[in-house]
């Protein structure tokens, strides 16, 4: 039986497992060790909407709390400077994996030429706007919405939680761990201290000190489908005449893309590309040519893609990087810890915290299953991508693996945007879904052969819903006047849970 869990690390991934298990298996001991020493990664700073979720409705954190410790602001989806058109968003809303019930086909059939304003929360990017009034004029804050924070906020605020609730931190620097008949039974500091547990959480960042270098794990890399392997990161005070965006934007770059999020006093820039094709000076004169305010010698990130086989084994688990990276062009990191924690605590708990060989065995199928679905989704906004003839994208669309989506690409391909696709892909829960493909493939303007041509009703139907998200759009608020009401000491969500901290 489990009775006492040690974390290794106490960056997102750590702290977001401690939190998350102790939340609910109080009777389990939760220690954390990490290193000062070496630090957190800090960068990441984009969510998907299942992180507030996460927090707010699994673990019962207070929105107010959090909103007053982690600053986060709001992330509707993202805008794409992506392929043929000038731009394109893709929401956390169904846009395209939709069909209103007046028209004949589903909504993708409708956006070869324009693809705006199919839907509230888009309409809303497109003008810069986060949330409708309600009649009292506050703000009509929507669940499709997911967040920016920024790292150092977002990991202080976590490790004040965690700390409330019983979660024991020690710092020390890992370095040896003693094996024994079911797994790690024991890891040892740079100081000759010995922490003892039953099973372990391995959030060690890139360094994976248990899953990968003490029991050796294997590791899958995916750089046939994603070649990026580094970023130079970077950004700005806010100016008065920046506006808070209520979307990350990612923008093609001569050798990969840039990214771009939005805090309330900061901007949070970054260029994310293949070393294959440029080096860090290079990606460092372009990043700084098309952004001016960024800082001249941006820091330089290196990272690898892909995930190790198995995410348990043994008595160890590892949650966030030290289990597997891609880069966050869809922001999967913290939906992947976020889930993986929310997995792990659900398994041990219905193991009664005995977890069995079958349970693991699933365990690690189901993140398999997550990780390769995320390298085919981002493959496909590499392979899709003919915004520019430049060496790095011309060997995007010739080389990247996309053999994992053959089947919903040839569907397409004839069949164009319908929500049937959905039958090739597997069923893995991420915040995609067949929703994220269709948005790639339209957006992108991937060909397909069986167009539709819709008679003139058809349009004015089409056309009147989308002039009618526009006028709601065109009333609503933005991000700055959104904020304004929720840190209001007077602000009272709808129906919210007890603080932890300053209980
Ligand atoms: C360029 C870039 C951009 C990103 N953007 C996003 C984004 O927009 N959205 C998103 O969700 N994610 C993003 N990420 C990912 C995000 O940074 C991480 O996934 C997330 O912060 C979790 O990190 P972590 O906790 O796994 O690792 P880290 O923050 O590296 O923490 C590792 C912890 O382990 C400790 N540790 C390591 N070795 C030892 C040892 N031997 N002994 C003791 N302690 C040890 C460290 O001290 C630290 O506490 C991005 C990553 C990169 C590289």
Not at 1 to 18: D, E, K, N, P, R
Not at 100 to 109: I, Q, R
Request: hydrophobic share 40%.
């Amino acid at each position: 039986m489990i009775q006492s869990i040690l974390v290794l690390g106490s960056g997102s991934a750590g702290l977001i497992a401690a939190l998350t298990i102790k939340r609910k298996i109080p009777q389990v001991r939760v220690t954390i060790v990490r290193s000062p020493e070496i630090g957190i990664i800090g960068v990441g700073e984009g969510t998907t909407p299942n992180f507030p979720r996460h927090l707010f409705d699994y673990l019962g954190i207070s929105r107010k709390e959090f909103y007053a410790i982690a600053k986060p602001t709001w992330k509707l989806g993202i805008r794409f400077l992506w392929g043929e058109r000038k731009e394109f968003y893709y929401g956390f809303s169904q846009q395209l994996d939709a069909q209103w019930s007046a028209l004949p086909k589903p909504n993708g059939y409708y956006c070869d030429d324009d693809f705006s304003a199919v839907d509230l929360p888009v309409a809303m990017m497109e003008q810069g706007k986060v949330f409708a009034r309600q009649a009292n004029g506050a703000p009509d804050v929507q669940p499709w919405h997911a967040f920016h924070i920024e790292n150092v906020n977002l990991v202080e605020c976590l490790e004040r939680y965690a700390r409330a609730i019983g979660v024991e931190i020690i710092d020390g620097k890992v370095v040896g761990a003693e094996r024994g008949p079911k797994g790690i039974s024991a890891v040892f500091t740079e100081d000759g201290r010995k922490f003892e547990a039953d099973f372990y959480v391995d959030s060690s960042g890139f360094h994976s000190e248990l899953l990968g270098k003490t029991l050796e794990e294997p590791f899958v890399s995916f750089d046939k489908s994603l070649f990026c392997d580094r970023a130079v990161v970077g950004g700005w005070e806010r100016g008065a005449d920046e506006p808070i965006l209520p979307y990350t934007t990612a923008e093609t770059m001569d050798s990969g893309w840039a990214w771009q999020i939005e805090h309330e006093h900061h901007v949070n820039r970054g260029y994310v590309y293949s070393s294959h094709f440029i080096s860090d000076d290079q990606a460092a004169e372009e990043f700084t040519r098309k952004n001016p305010k960024a800082p001249k010698s941006p820091r330089v990130v290196k990272f690898r893609s892909g995930c190790y086989k198995r995410m348990w084994v043994e008595n160890v688990v590892a949650i966030g990087n030290a289990g597997g990276f891609v880069e966050p062009l869809e922001a999967t990191a913290l939906m992947i810890v976020c889930s993986e924690s929310q997995t792990l605590v659900e398994f041990l708990l219905h193991s009664n915290l005995k977890p069995t060989d079958t349970f693991r065995n699933l365990f690690n199928k189901a993140l398999w299953n997550t990780w390769e679905e995320i390298r085919n989704f981002l493959a496909l906004h590499y392979y899709a991508n003919t915004r520019m003839d430049t060496p790095y994208w011309k060997a995007c669309r010739e080389e990247t693996d996309i053999s994992g989506l053959q089947e919903l690409l040839a569907f397409y391909r004839e069949n164009g945007p319908t929500g049937f696709g959905r039958h090739t892909l597997p069923h893995t829960g991420t915040d995609f879904g067949m929703e994220g493909y269709l948005v790639m493939m339209v957006g992108n303007k991937v060909p397909y052969q069986n167009r539709s041509t819709p008679t003139e009703a058809e349009w004015n139907i089409w056309r009147s819903a989308q002039a009618q998200n526009r006028a709601i759009a065109s009333q609503a608020m933005t991000v700055k006047e959104a904020l304004y009401f929720v840190h209001h000491p007077g602000w009272q969500w709808t129906s919210d849970a007890q603080p932890l901290i300053s209980k």
